[in-house]
């Protein structure tokens, strides 16, 4: 992508928003390009559905949205296309939906997002696509979520103001989950001072702390007391954890030993303040007894299964969650971390011991998983000339 198509593709959301008015759009018109869309599917006529509900042409003009109809002509139309009853319904409330899906993402309720996702899948419009995005983001289905997404971006310029606001959100959050930060950020920016949807204004503003935290900037700190004041007045005290959990990681970074231990202090979850204790240990150098440190995250348990049992660390990177992989205090990717280096040991670990594991791996999606994965870091980290020499012969191996 050449420099000037990325600077659009900046500013592609501040533009739309600039030459937007607040517009009354006619709901009723994506619900007749719906029906016309299921009737043609179905391979029935204009005149079998009319029939006894009304006439052709008053069909006609409601598929072609020339013509506003009463909600008892379309439950009559839905039943002669045999739509179902919870169809019927999410099809009239397909903006509200769209609206509930939001806030069952914010409060990360999963059952409640597939039940919208699997009440709308059938549909084709933008309100539709708009749910199947933010539900692939739920399922971690990042290529689904890519094509989605593309597909809305061709799209925008017909959506209400407020659900383009919503796309933004999820698109942005998709960039960061593609590691796409800087470009969040300046997305997530558009849209974080919103005070309509309090949902996706805060949501805005944590994912910019988390970009932050990701390229290790400065500004990490004062989102990062933002949000604080945010979840403290809103009672979450688990995000308020979380997030001096992630300042306390920049501030280990960056050295800042005295707010560590202040930050620290604050800090409630037992599983969170032992993580930062381990990462501060293993940076002074100066490590307890394995026993001490219990209720790691992840990827604090992932580095000390390498510090304290280094012959069984690639069996337990392996079990792991993939969903983990997406956690922000995940800040460098496991095989990057322990493979991927100038330690010629850790090279002979990814050609003997990590790349026949992949090989060996049955299950397809994990199998797919670690190769996306190798691809992502060697087409990243073009230095590691032995790592991509390797991955074209594992490519090899699979194909055969």
Known sequence: MSKEEEKLMKNIFKEELKKRQENDVNNFSMIGTELKRLRINRSQTLSSIADNVCSVSYLCKVENAKLKPNRYTLQEICKKLNIS??????????????????????????????????????????????ISLIYYLTTYNILEADKIAKELLKITSVMQNEELNIFILFYSILCYYQENYIECIDNMQVIENIDRDQNIAIMAKFYIFMCHVK?????????????????????????????????????????MYQTYKEEIKLIRSKGLKKSLEFFYDLKKGKMKKE?????????????????????????????????????????????????????????????????????????????????????????????????????????KEIDK
């Open 291 to 395: 026993d001490y440190y219990s209720e790691l995250r992840p990827f604090a348990k992932i580095i000390a299964t390498y510090y304290f049992h280094r012959d069984i660390y690639l069996e337990t990177f392996l079990k792991l969650d993939k969903i983990v992989f997406y956690d922000c205090d995940f800040s460098y990717n496991v095989a990057n971390y322990l493979s991927l280096t100038d330690d010629n040991e850790r090279l002979i670990e990814l050609r003997d011991i990590i790349i026949p594991n992949i090989l060996l791996t049955k299950d397809t999606f994990e199998r797919q998983f670690f190769l996306n994965e190798f691809c992502r870091i060697s087409t990243k980290i073009g230095r590691y000339k032995q790592f991509s020499v390797a991955y074209q012969e594992l490519n």
């Open 85 to 130: 009853n919870p169809k019927m319904e999410a099809l009239f409330g397909l903006k509200n939906l769209v609206n509930d899906i939001v806030k069952y993402y914010y409060v990360a309720d999963k059952k409640a997002i597939e039940k919208i996702y699997n009440d709308t899948s059938e549909f084709e419009n933008y309100r539709s696509k708009l």
């Open 215 to 255: 390229i290790n900037h400065p500004m990490s700190l004062i989102y990062g007391q933002t949000l604080i004041d945010i979840f403290l007045k809103n009672v979450e005290y688990e995000r308020v954890d979380y997030v001096r959990y992630l300042l306390g990681i920049y501030m280990l970074k960056n050295n």
